[in-house]
């Protein structure tokens, strides 16, 4: 992964070595199918491997395990997706 931009060219994340080798922790979002609740994208902790479901879903645990855990890169567990987003830099960061 490069060092995504969203914002000023200059602005580069400062937590690319908090990435680990992960594999995702369940299927779905971990909390919803605890919940049997329903979920509209999937992003997957690069630190541990949690899956929480995105912003755009009513739960929002992905964005809860950053607030939680303080691991800063989460990426989509789309498939067909390649990106992860920054919650500490407030930075997506794209594939090279």
């Known amino acids: 992964m490069d060092h995504g931009r969203t914002g000023p060219v200059d ?14 922790g369940t299927e779905g979002c971990e909390e919803c199918l605890a919940l049997g609740d329903g979920w509209v994208h ?6 541990c491997g949690h899956v929480g479901c995105c912003d755009s879903s ?6 809860r395990h950053y607030e939680a855990s303080a691991h800063p890169i989460a990426a989509s567990h789309e498939p ?5 987003w920054c919650y500490a830099d407030k930075l997506m ?4």
């Open 11 to 24: 602005s580069i994340c400062t937590h690319i070595d908090d990435i680990r080798p992960v594999a995702p």
């Open 42 to 47: 999937l992003r997957m902790c690069l630190s």
């Open 58 to 63: 009513k739960n929002r645990h992905a964005t």
């Open 80 to 84: 067909g997706e390649d990106w992860a």
């Open 93 to 96: 960061l794209e594939p090279a």
